[in-house]
Nanobody, 120 residues
């Protein structure tokens, strides 16, 4: 089993910055893709950004140029640096990870979510 624990959410004014962190723990063999998703009230969960174990990244058009995803493989941690925040970025942000076991089985895990609120 793998657990994902997020931190770093909070309340910030428009134009401000926040940095989210998510650390994986448990019986880890190999974590491949990691990502951040977000879900605003009454809306579906949307992909924000992804990063491979090799560091290749991709992000949603709505956050390009403002959000940066990164990871530290030695700490099994993924980060989301969020700059120039807008009220429409308000959502619960979820961490996601794909874990490969020693036997080659693949499992997906989610964090519990962290609230980000951007005031205008």
């Amino acid at each position: 089993q793998v657990q994902l624990v997020e931190s770093g959410g909070g309340l910030v004014q428009a134009g401000g910055s926040l940095r989210l962190s998510c650390t994986a723990s448990g019986s880890i063999f190999r974590i491949t893709a990691m990502a951040w998703y977000r879900q605003a009230p009454g809306k579906q969960r949307d992909l924000v950004a992804t990063i491979t174990s090799g560091g290749s990244t991709n992000s949603a058009d709505s956050v390009k140029g403002r959000f940066t995803i990164s990871r530290d493989n030695t700490k099994n941690t993924v980060y989301l640096q969020m700059n120039t925040l807008k009220p429409e970025d308000t959502a619960v942000y979820y961490c996601y990870a794909t874990h490969i076991t020693s036997r080659g089985y693949e499992y997906q895990y989610w964090g519990q979510g962290t609230q980000v609120t951007v005031s205008s």
